[in-house]
């Protein structure tokens, strides 16, 4: 079977049959150009003469690229070839699975990059007033728009397909937001009252006027000549708010889904809870947020455990270092 052949098959396949997204499937389309290209510079174009000495050297040629490319992204290219050999061997088309030896690299397990609560509010007023505030009643639609859409993303932890997804019904449950997730699953996911309010202001006073522009549609979130925000558009939304914020760090979408997992465990919730709450397949993927910072841990240690400082240590510490050296003078 032709190679280009095998993999249009197969990305029909995960497209229909598995009902992964657009964005996926687009990126499972890259890595396979780019490695059914390799083989064709060696002449290889039938899928039962790749053999894993192939599979290996070309793992070892994209691990020696220059720049040195992500973990991640090293990750993403063997999983797309993995998985178009194994569909391949399942399904009758090829006899054997070269890649059975091939072991991904692994990732450095980063820590997400989340924004303090004061920092949210920072954000979140940036982009918009607040719903009863002062300047309520005189903001600019998109400002009202803009401010709903931020505080969905942060009081829900959804992904930023999953808002710009939603359609208006999906928000008719009061306190409970339907969301679909990856793979099409729903979820239901709780509101909290500062969100509720914010998109109870755009539907009422924004909404209607930015449908008029546009073909009807049932998506909650619109663009200025009334057609579906995009992701790209909620992006530069946030990008904006971050910068008249004046937060200096890197703030995306994604930011404000690890804000909201960070400070739900911080103020107490269960990782199975937040696990439910993100629709992460495994608890393992939400346990990346359960991470204390050091100084956070011997603070804690400092002040709870019953000998961990000779109590006149603790003493002179808290007269302070004047008191320390005898009195001032």
């Known amino acids: 079977m032709e190679l280009e052949r095998a993999v249009e098959t197969y990305l029909r396949h995960v497209a229909l049959e598995r009902g992964l997204s657009d964005h996926t499937v687009a990126a499972y389309r890259r890595d396979l150009s780019v490695y059914t290209d390799w083989l064709g510079e060696r002449g290889v174009v039938e899928v039962e003469t790749v053999t894993p000495a192939l599979i290996a050297d070309f793992a070892a040629e994209r691990a020696s690229a220059e720049p040195p490319p992500a973990s991640s992204s090293l990750a993403r290219m063997q999983s797309s070839v993995r998985g178009l050999h194994r569909f391949l061997v399942r399904e009758g088309r090829a006899d054997a699975d070269p890649t059975g030896r091939l072991r991904p690299p692994k990732a450095p397990r980063r820590l997400p990059k989340a924004l303090t609560i004061a920092q949210v509010d920072q954000l979140l007023d940036a982009a918009g007033p607040a719903p009863g505030s002062a300047d309520a009643s005189a903001a600019e639609p998109a400002a009202v728009r803009d401010r709903a ?49 914010a998109v109870e202001a755009y539907l009422t006073r924004v909404r209607p006027a930015l449908a008029a522009k546009g073909r009807a549609t049932p998506r909650l979130f619109l663009g200025v000549r009334g057609a579906p925000l995009s992701r790209q558009s909620a992006w530069l939304i946030i990008q904006a708010a971050a910068e008249k914020a004046g937060l200096t760090a890197h703030v995306s979408p994604h930011t404000l889904r690890h804000s909201f997992a960070t400070h739900l465990l911080q103020g107490g919730a269960d990782v199975r809870v937040v696990q439910e709450l993100l629709g992460h397949a495994s608890v393992s993927t939400t346990q990346i947020y359960t991470h204390v910072s050091v100084d956070a841990l011997r603070d804690v240690y400092a002040t709870s455990h019953p000998r961990a400082r000779r109590r006149d240590s603790v003493r002179s510490l808290r007269r302070g270092p004047r008191a320390q050296r005898g009195g001032g003078g």
């Open 149 to 197: 859409l931020l505080e969905l993303l942060y009081a829900t932890g959804a992904r930023v397909s999953e808002i710009v997804q939603l359609d208006v019904d999906d928000t008719a449950h009061g306190d409970l937001l339907r969301v679909r997730g990856k793979g099409d699953k729903e979820r239901i996911v709780p509101v909290g009252s500062y969100a509720r309010a």
